[in-house]
Each structure stands twice: as structure tokens, then as C-alpha cells.
């Protein structure tokens, strides 16, 4: 079965960086969207950042919250996903999930989840 394992999460002052990953065990050649959800406490999971390919080579959509400072990337050689967070703020508490969606034949959309990571920024 597909299995996407998180990693990277922890405790950073505001200000810091955290880069998180994301090990997939199915080819990014099959995808169709990829990318970073988080959901804090007492709020819906929301998106963060998110991949979509296309045949001109795709575009990632970012929250207007995290524009400028988060950045989404892959290997897709190794199948791994990442986000790369600078000047993080309190606001950015959350557990983050790394989703991934493929387009299957007879089967439509099918929809994969990380178990997630706590990301915690606090002085």
C-alpha cells in the first residue's frame, strides 16, 4: 500500500526554519497533486502549499499566509517531497500533513495521507 512518512517536525523560536519531508512509496510520475496541508488546534486542516502538474510543467499554489517564506520541492528521483520553512511564527503552530493524489483508471482519485508532524514555534 502507498505510504508517505513525514519527517523534520519540531520546536523552533520564532524567526527559525524547519525543513520538513516527505518519503512517498509510489513514483511522482503517476501524480497529479502534491503537496503540504497543516491543521492547528482547534482550527480546520488547511492547505499550505501544493503542486499541481500539468503539461507545462505544473505550478505550486501557496497560502497567502506563508507566501514568501514557505517553499514546496521534490526529488523526484527519490520520491521525497519538502518544505522548506524560514521565519516562522507562532501562527505557524500546527501538525503538518503531506498529501498526495494520483488519477487512477476505474478507481477516479485516490487520496493519500502522512500521519503528520508537530511543527511548534514558540519563544
Same mark, same amino acid.
Given at each position: ?6 519527517? !523534520? ?7 527559525? =526554519?524547519?525543513?520538513?519531508?516527505? *518519503? *512517498? =512509496?509510489? =513514483?511522482?510520475?503517476?501524480? +497529479? ?6 491543521? $492547528?488546534? @482547534? ?5 499550505? $502549499?501544493?503542486?499541481?502538474? %500539468? $503539461? =507545462?510543467?505544473?505550478?505550486? +499554489? ?13 526529488? +523526484?528521483?527519490? +520520491?521525497?517531497? /519538502? ?10 503552530? $500546527? ?12 478507481? !477516479?482519485?485516490?487520496? /493519500?495521507?502522512?500521519? @503528520? #508532524?508537530?511543527? #511548534?514555534? %514558540?519563544?
Amino acid at each position: 500500500q502507498v505510504q508517505l512518512v513525514e519527517s !523534520g517536525g519540531g520546536f523552533v523560536q520564532p524567526g527559525g =526554519s524547519l525543513r520538513l519531508g516527505c *518519503a *512517498a =512509496s509510489l =513514483s511522482f510520475f503517476s501524480i +497529479n497533486t502534491m503537496g503540504w496541508y497543516r491543521q $492547528a488546534p @482547534g482550527k480546520e486542516r488547511e492547505p499550505v $502549499a501544493v503542486f499541481t502538474d %500539468s $503539461a =507545462s510543467g505544473g505550478s505550486t +499554489n501557496y497560502a497567502d499566509s506563508v507566501k514568501g517564506r514557505f517553499t514546496l520541492s521534490r526529488d +523526484n528521483a527519490k +520520491n521525497t517531497l /519538502y518544505l522548506q520553512m524560514t521565519s516562522l511564527k507562532p501562527g505557524d503552530t $500546527a501538525v503538518y500533513y503531506c498529501h498526495v493524489d494520483q488519477l487512477v483508471a476505474g478507481r !477516479g482519485r485516490l487520496d /493519500y495521507w502522512g500521519r @503528520g #508532524t508537530q511543527v #511548534t514555534v %514558540s519563544s
